[in-house]
């Protein structure tokens, strides 16, 4: 009999044992799995050039705008820590040629041209040019720009939308580094028009009453673009922002913060088409 309890007894101390040993083993793959996601997981660096609001810049040093808080849903959908870095244009645009930097987001038009050089995501921006002008100049379209001083920042597509009008290469085009800079240039006399992107255009001229500025678009010359994160080319993190992105259109956090910043419904069927 005390044989027999005593078998008893060692299968129940097996039995027990085993089941620590399953529950330690569980606890351990959850640990190491946690601590290999967080190694696999580095703190994104993303670039800008926050002089360009309502999409980015600068408020008691932050970088905010629809662009900031897009990209914190995003990364925070994607389980990712980041830091926003306000590197400039063209230095954003090397650091991502150079794979030194893992994405912009900076209001970055997506275009043939570029997708040789850079990945993109899916697009989150619909948008055209405008031609912002000194009030009384009386510009009523595109054709204006010949034969006037045009200010745009180098390296955008406000710069092949003046080309496109008055010619490549043509020395009427002055290259600032910024948008910021080129409505300066604006305000100086020193240009008589700015070409850029619709909404900042608008923001600029409502958000400067003193600057007696005015702005107009023309559709049969300019055509809409769409904006999108920029990655070095080949970048793996592409796919997982692709899907929080989508996600986020998705689940109306995209909608929240584009209400935020316009007061209005965005049309996320163009989006996701
Ligand atoms: N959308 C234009 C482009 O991609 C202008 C973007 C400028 N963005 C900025 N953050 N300054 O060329």
Same mark, same amino acid.
Not at 62 to 73: N, P, Q, S, T, W
């Given at each position: 009999?005390?044989?027999?309890?005593?078998?008893?007894?060692?299968?129940?101390? *097996?039995?027990?044992?085993?089941? =620590?040993?399953?529950?330690?083993? $569980?606890?351990? #793959?959850? %640990? !190491?799995?946690?601590?290999? +996601?967080?190694?696999?997981?580095?703190?994104?660096?993303?670039?800008?050039?926050?002089?360009?609001?309502?999409?980015?810049?600068?408020?008691?040093?932050?970088?905010?705008?629809?662009?900031?808080?897009?990209?914190?849903?995003?990364?925070?959908?994607?389980?990712?820590?980041?830091?926003?870095?306000?590197?400039?244009?063209?230095?954003?645009?090397?650091?991502?040629?150079?794979?030194?930097?893992?994405?912009?987001?900076?209001?970055?038009?997506?275009?043939?041209?570029?997708?040789?050089?850079?990945?993109?995501?899916?697009?989150?921006?619909?948008?055209?040019?405008?031609?912002?002008?000194?009030?009384?100049?009386?510009?009523?379209?595109?054709?204006? *720009?010949?034969?006037?001083?045009? =200010?745009?920042?180098?390296?955008? $597509?406000?710069? #092949?939308? %003046? !080309?496109?009008?008055?010619? +490549?290469?043509?020395?009427?085009?002055?290259?600032?580094?910024?948008?910021?800079?080129?409505?300066?240039?604006?305000?100086?006399?020193?240009?008589?028009?700015?070409?850029?992107?619709?909404?900042?255009?608008?923001?600029?001229?409502?958000?400067?009453?003193?600057?007696?500025?005015?702005?107009?678009?023309?559709?049969?010359?300019?055509?809409?673009?769409?904006?999108?994160?920029?990655?070095?080319?080949?970048?793996?993190?592409?796919?997982?922002?692709?899907?929080?992105?989508?996600?986020?259109?998705?689940?109306?956090?995209?909608?929240?913060?584009?209400?935020?910043?316009?007061?209005?419904?965005?049309?996320?069927?163009?989006?996701?088409?």
């Amino acid at each position: 009999v005390s044989g027999l309890y005593l078998t008893l007894i060692m299968i129940g101390l *097996l039995f027990l044992a085993a089941c =620590g040993t399953a529950d330690d083993a $569980t606890a351990d #793959s959850n %640990a !190491e799995g946690q601590a290999e +996601e967080n190694a696999e997981k580095p703190v994104l660096r993303v670039g800008t050039e926050a002089t360009f609001a309502p999409f980015e810049f600068l408020e008691k040093g932050e970088i905010v705008g629809f662009d900031a808080d897009l990209l914190d849903a995003v990364l925070t959908e994607a389980g990712y820590e980041y830091e926003y870095e306000n590197v400039g244009w063209d230095p954003m645009m090397a650091s991502l040629q150079n794979k030194d930097m893992d994405f912009g987001a900076a209001a970055i038009t997506i275009n043939d041209d570029r997708k040789q050089t850079y990945d993109f995501s899916v697009p989150y921006f619909k948008s055209t040019h405008m031609i912002v002008f000194n009030e009384g100049a009386g510009f009523t379209s595109a054709k204006d *720009l010949e034969g006037i001083k045009i =200010g745009v920042q180098n390296g955008t $597509t406000g710069e #092949s939308a %003046a !080309e496109k009008v008055v010619g +490549e290469k043509n020395s009427n085009i002055l290259k600032y580094d910024s948008t910021a800079v080129a409505f300066l240039a604006l305000k100086n006399g020193d240009v008589d028009a700015v070409v850029t992107d619709n909404v900042v255009a608008d923001e600029y001229v409502e958000k400067n009453p003193d600057a007696n500025v005015e702005a107009i678009t023309d559709d049969e010359t300019f055509s809409a673009e769409y904006y999108g994160f920029m990655f070095p080319k080949g970048s793996e993190l592409v796919a997982e922002v692709d899907a929080a992105l989508t996600t986020v259109i998705e689940n109306g956090t995209y909608a929240k913060i584009y209400k935020e910043w316009f007061g209005a419904e965005p049309n996320t069927d163009v989006l996701l088409e």
